[in-house]
């Protein structure tokens, strides 16, 4: 093979993402974009550009402005054997389609014992730091990962959008796709144009170490990279990206925690019954002898998430994380 | 049995101040006296002049994104001008700051708002407006609700109106605040500006009904529609549906047809799927020009006025941008402070500190010895 085909194109989560639809949308024809400025304008963020130009205005549909009604016809869709992929605009706007996700969507498939299924993809912008206005910055994640029936994913890198994208489209179940809109823009890395999945519920190992485990997902993978730059030289952190919030990867967390005795849980979303207390209880159960310190949570205080002027001051930037994991060796 | 019609149906549209600035005599009998006139349109060439100082703060970095009004100022201050002030409610959505301004929302509070802060929607005591609605769509229902309470309570003389686009008649809860007004008979204007995009979706691609007006006959509420950059068409029907409202006649719908002369909003580029043809079309049906011409055909308006009002706009807003960004930054704190009328502890616990974190918080609770060193 000549050295030029190992060169792989760097890109962004952006330009990941619209990739994986593009080639997704070539290689199964059942596969339908829809939701509001997807198609000529390509998305508020530009994720669907060129989607509508190169697969139709029937494959790519601009829709009125009505987040249940994308979802439902979505799961319509999905149940006929259409592969949908709707995208709503923001998160903060799941609130009108969540009846149909919740109580149509991720029950489907149980009510029926099997009969009828809803295979479906929802992409959603998630997360803060872009001095977006109110509404728009939010995390719902838990509250999804705590509605039976829905997979929820939330990949932090291109290389894993583009896997873990293919992966749940291809998925018979309904999967809730979350993009931290902070990282699609900020830096580029190299993504394969061939066809790759990443497995759905498979946490990933960022960076090994021994002495305490930090667990993220989203954006704040990045901020704890940034915290782990503050500490000493001779700590060594084990950095998980859990990468799907349901199904939890426990496994690779409990081994992780068992090797370090200690754990950090850092999330964007209110401390309260965030995904945190969940992935908490269950280092309790599986490694409580292990552990040398009460596992520790930064996260979102249990506020709204402010509008922009105090973002900053609510999201668990690097300092409150370094604190963390700080506090929690010196137990 | 014969096949027999069971309802007919016809939508109205009105226009009294052409765009060439004619007025039609008739219909303006008894709406607005000229010294009026002059007065929403100084209200409008203000808003307008705050709209483009806006978008010079938000290009250089002094704010945030920002929804401009620019083209739809007559929808707002002839409506503003039929309700009163004080006593109605004003349930808005974005794009309709004039009408705010009208009933007394002093014009930095929209700067703060848009600044990324939330005192920008404190609004001064007696000002009776909600915060405008970022889920598009939904806050309808909070009229209706608002106007229900003045029903239960036999308020006289209150009404309350909603301001809402074109594309947030797509969503359910609009459909849902339509029947709940309609079948209570609450007093209320539901007031559409239909500015014919909802960011890159144009109003036929949003729904297939020729008009939005006739959406309304579906639940029973009168309904018509007007030339939105006509401040006689939009004060006329404005006023008619709160007479109707407070004599109990309940909810009126009014389609204003008017036009998104800018982008959607300073982070959106409307050349990415707008023809500029259809803009420049629009630019002549402005209702600042039209307003102007009419002024002038009656004597009341000059060029030496014109200059007058242009600078005094433009001290009001530099103003208004001084007051706004003069206003001592927020403190962390203030995301707390509000959140409920009394705190829980855990609130109260994560503002003293600062922290989320068990350990952080609360040393010995952990059982940890509270040594500074330690960490
Ligand atoms: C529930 C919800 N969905 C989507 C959005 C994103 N969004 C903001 S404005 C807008 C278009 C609104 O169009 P329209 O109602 O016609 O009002 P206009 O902006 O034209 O005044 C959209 C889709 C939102 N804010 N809320
Ligand atoms: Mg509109």
């Known amino acids: 093979m000549p050295l030029w085909m190992h060169i792989m194109p760097e890109l962004t989560l952006v330009q990941a993402i619209n990739q994986a639809l593009d080639q997704e949308m070539e290689r199964d024809e059942r596969v339908v974009i829809l939701g509001e400025d997807v198609g000529h304008n390509g998305g508020v963020f530009r994720v669907t550009e060129g989607l509508h130009a190169k697969h139709g205005g029937d494959r790519v549909v601009d829709t009125p402005l009505d987040e249940s009604g994308i979802m439902g016809t979505a799961i319509g869709l999905a149940i006929a054997g259409m592969r949908p992929v709707p995208e709503i605009q923001f998160e903060g706007f799941l609130g009108p389609a969540y009846d149909q996700l919740v109580n149509h969507g991720g029950r489907m498939r149980t009510r029926t014992r099997g009969a009828v299924t809803v295979p479906l993809t929802v992409r959603v912008p998630v997360g803060g730091g872009i001095h977006a206005p109110e509404c728009h910055s939010d995390s719902p994640e838990a509250i999804y990962t705590h509605s039976p029936g829905i997979k929820v994913v939330m990949p932090s890198t291109p290389y894993d959008a583009k896997g873990l994208l293919l992966a749940s489209i291809r998925d018979p179940d309904p999967v809730l796709f979350f993009e931290p809109k902070r990282v699609y823009r900020s830096f580029k890395e190299e993504v394969p144009e061939d066809d790759y999945t990443v497995e759905i519920g498979t946490a990933k190992v960022v960076s090994e170490g021994d002495d305490i485990t930090v667990v993220t997902w989203g954006a704040p993978v990045f901020q704890c990279l940034n915290a782990m730059d503050e500490l000493p030289e001779d700590v060594s952190v084990e950095l998980i990206d859990l990468r799907t919030c349901w199904p939890i990867d426990v496994d690779t967390i409990a081994e992780s925690v068992e090797k370090t005795g200690r754990c950090v849980i850092v999330h964007e979303a209110p401390l309260t019954a965030g995904l945190g207390a969940e992935i908490s209880s269950l280092i309790q159960e599986r490694c409580f002898l292990h552990l040398q310190a009460p596992v520790q949570r930064v996260a979102g205080f249990d506020t709204i998430m402010p509008y922009y002027k105090l973002e900053m001051d609510y999201l668990p930037e690097a300092p409150r994380i370094q604190k963390g994991i700080e506090e929690c060796l010196a137990y | ?375």
């Open chain 2, 1 to 375: 049995m014969p096949i027999r019609t069971v309802y007919e149906a016809k939508i109205e549209h009105m226009q009294i101040l052409d765009e060439d600035g004619n007025l039609d005599k008739k219909l303006a009998k008894g709406t607005l006296t000229d010294n009026q006139v002059i007065h929403l349109y100084e209200q409008m060439r203000i808003c307008r002049e705050l709209d483009e100082v806006a978008f010079k703060l938000q290009r250089s970095g002094r704010m945030g994104t920002y929804p401009q009004n620019k083209g739809q100022e007559a929808n707002a201050v002839g409506s503003a001008l039929a309700m009163k002030k004080g006593t109605d409610w004003i349930v808005p959505a974005y794009r309709e700051n004039a009408a705010l301004f009208m009933h007394g929302l002093p014009m930095h509070y929209v700067l703060v708002y848009w600044m990324g802060d939330e005192r920008g929607s404190k609004m001064p005591d007696g000002v009776n407006i909600t915060p405008l609605s970022v889920p598009i769509g939904t806050h309808m229902l909070h009229a209706t609700g608002i106007a229900w309470a003045h029903k239960i309570r036999k308020d006289k003389d209150a009404a309350v109106i909603t301001y809402f686009g074109d594309g947030a008649t797509s969503e359910g809860d609009f459909h849902g605040a339509m029947n709940f007004a309609a079948t209570q008979q609450v007093p209320l204007v539901f007031y559409c500006q239909n500015n014919q995009w909802a960011i890159s979706v144009p109003r036929e691609r949003q729904m297939k009904s020729e008009t939005v007006a006739q959406k309304a006959l579906a639940y029973g509420i009168p309904t018509m529609q007007v030339d939105g950059n006509d401040i006689f068409a939009v004060y006329k029907a404005t006023k008619e549906a709160r007479a109707r409202a407070v004599k109990g006649g309940g909810p009126t719908f009014i389609e204003g047809v008017t036009y998104r002369l800018g982008d959607h909003t300073t982070a959106d580029d409307a050349r990415r799927y707008r023809d500029p043809k259809e803009v420049e079309a629009w630019v002549a049906k402005d209702p600042l020009i039209r307003t102007r011409l009419y002024l002038e055909s009656v004597g009341k308006w000059d060029d030496k006025k014109q200059k007058t009002l242009e600078e005094q706009a433009k001290k009001i807003t530099a103003e208004v941008v001084r007051t706004a960004e003069e206003i001592e930054a927020p403190h962390a704190s203030d995301m707390f402070d509000s959140m409920y009328a009394e705190l829980p502890p855990q609130l109260i616990k994560q503002r003293e500190t600062m922290r989320t974190s068990s350990i952080g918080q609360n040393p010995e609770q952990a059982g940890l010895k509270a040594s500074p060193e330690r960490v």
